[in-house]
């Protein structure tokens, strides 16, 4: 199967070496194109260490270029700007057959929106993938109201294909993920701020009263709490109050507390 992917940089690097571990033809779009081969390089080399398949072999199934006419599937993972999405999605829907699927890994922006700046917009549809690809299981599936329903059954193969669960979303502001994990950190987030209890409480009574496999507040410093913030401001403006960003979320972006890229957030972090 020949798979193009646009964009090469953590995820979409990524996002290549599963379609080459499985045996696949990938083209990376890339401008960057020495630092993305030398990602999904180390990716294989890290993989095969840990049991994984050869990875100079599955190396040379990758091409640094243009997406190719004759590809079957399409990933875009360039950053997060609806412009670029659309301007690199349409360019790829010009060179490619009627018959492909286009995916957005997009982790916010609205499918339809995007599909709105595509002559098919029935053959786009979302694929979130999680980071670190390689390591990560799920795939959140976003179809639209013009999603066809050959191009839902083939993503969710797709998903399958590369060993991941693809659960379907309908598009709608956060998915289904960041929706549900931004609610439950911005009200741990009150939860400290109100003095319930201390962020290491919160997180303990999550992962061993619920099984979570790591605390919300945790977590944010590990997503990062400026990332977690402008999900929250985004989610507020679309689906309203529940998702208002706490005084303490502000307080701590604002004074460079991000979490572990800082090394502090609700925790201190070596
Ligand atoms: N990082 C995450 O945890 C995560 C998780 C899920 C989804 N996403 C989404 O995936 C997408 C990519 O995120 P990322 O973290 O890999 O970003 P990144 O910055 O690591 O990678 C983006 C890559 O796109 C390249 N690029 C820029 N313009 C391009 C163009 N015109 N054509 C081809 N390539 C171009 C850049 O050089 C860069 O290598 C975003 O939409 C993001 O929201 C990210």
Do not use: C
């Amino acid at each position: 199967m020949k798979v193009a992917v646009i964009g090469g940089g953590r995820m979409g690097s990524g996002i290549a070496q599963v379609f080459l571990s499985r045996g696949d033809q990938v083209t990376v779009q890339e401008p960057e194109a020495e630092a993305a081969r030398e990602r999904v390089a180390k990716g294989l080399a890290v993989a095969e260490s840990k049991g994984g398949g050869p990875a100079d072999e599955a190396l040379s199934r990758l091409t640094l270029g243009r997406v190719p006419a004759d590809a079957e599937l399409v990933i875009e993972a360039v950053p997060e700007d609806p412009r670029l999405k659309v301007e690199v999605l349409a360019a790829a829907e010009a060179t490619v057959g009627a018959g492909a699927v286009l995916a957005s890994n997009t982790s916010s922006l609205s499918i339809g929106e995007l599909g709105a700046g595509l002559d098919r917009p029935e053959r786009l549809i979302g694929m979130h993938f999680f980071n670190p690809v390689p390591v990560q299981r799920l795939v959140e599936i976003i179809v639209t109201k013009a999603t066809a329903g050959d191009v839902l059954d083939r993503a969710r193969a797709y998903a399958e294909r590369i060993g991941k669960t693809g659960v379907v979303v309908y598009d709608s502001p956060g998915f289904a993920t960041s929706r549900l994990g931004v609610l439950l950190g911005l009200e741990a987030i009150r939860m400290v701020e109100e003095g319930v209890a201390s962020a290491d409480d919160i997180d303990t009574a999550m992962t061993l009263g619920y099984g979570y496999p790591m605390g919300p507040l945790r977590l944010g410093d590990l997503v990062g709490l400026d990332v977690r913030l402008a999900i929250a401001e985004y989610l507020h403006a679309r689906l309203g109050p529940r998702f208002e960003p706490p005084a303490l979320l502000r307080a701590k972006v604002a004074a460079g507390e991000l979490g572990r890229k800082t090394g502090k957030g609700f925790y201190e972090w070596q």
